[in-house]
């Protein structure tokens, strides 16, 4: 019943800009904490941007700060990640996930939970949607 679709993903060279979107259903995300996630071919996933949906309280990793910014539209029940000067070390699976919000402490909890603790704390996630960023 709940359920998350992201959209948006694409090829883009470096220094562009893509959108993704991150569209909630079964739940209202008034009381969650939305966080994008991404995994690069080989790696694990990481946390790149979280919001609480109470509060609009943000966390980034370092390594988007300043070119990512996470956004919602509480009518909508959307999330967003606006991906601007993308660069190739941005390639990756883009995924969102879903926590109620009072599960967690602090949005940054979200984002820096450890890839072994996700099955335990995340109420859902999609699919992905893959951007590539390459020349």
């Known amino acids: 019943q709940l359920q998350l679709v992201e959209s948006g993903g694409g090829l883009v060279q470096p220094g562009g800009s893509l959108r993704l979107s991150c569209a909630a259903s079964?739940?209202?995300?008034?009381?969650?904490?939305i966080g994008w996630f991404r995994q690069a071919p080989g790696k694990e996933r990481e946390g790149v941007s979280c919001i609480n949906s109470i509060d609009g309280s943000t966390y980034y990793a370092d390594s988007v700060k300043g070119r990512f910014t996470i956004s919602r539209d509480n009518a909508k029940n959307t999330v967003y990640l606006q991906m601007n000067s993308l660069k190739p070390e941005d390639t990756a699976v883009y995924y969102c996930?879903?926590?109620?919000?009072?599960?967690?402490?602090?949005?940054?909890?979200?984002?820096?939970?450890?890839?072994?603790?996700?099955?335990?704390?995340?109420?859902?996630w999609g699919k992905g949607t893959l951007v590539t960023v390459s020349s």
């Open positions: 996930a879903a926590v109620a919000s009072f599960l967690i402490t602090t949005v940054q909890a979200m984002c820096v939970m450890p890839p072994d603790l996700y099955s335990h704390a995340m109420d859902s």
């Open positions: 079964g739940f209202t995300l008034d009381y969650y904490a």
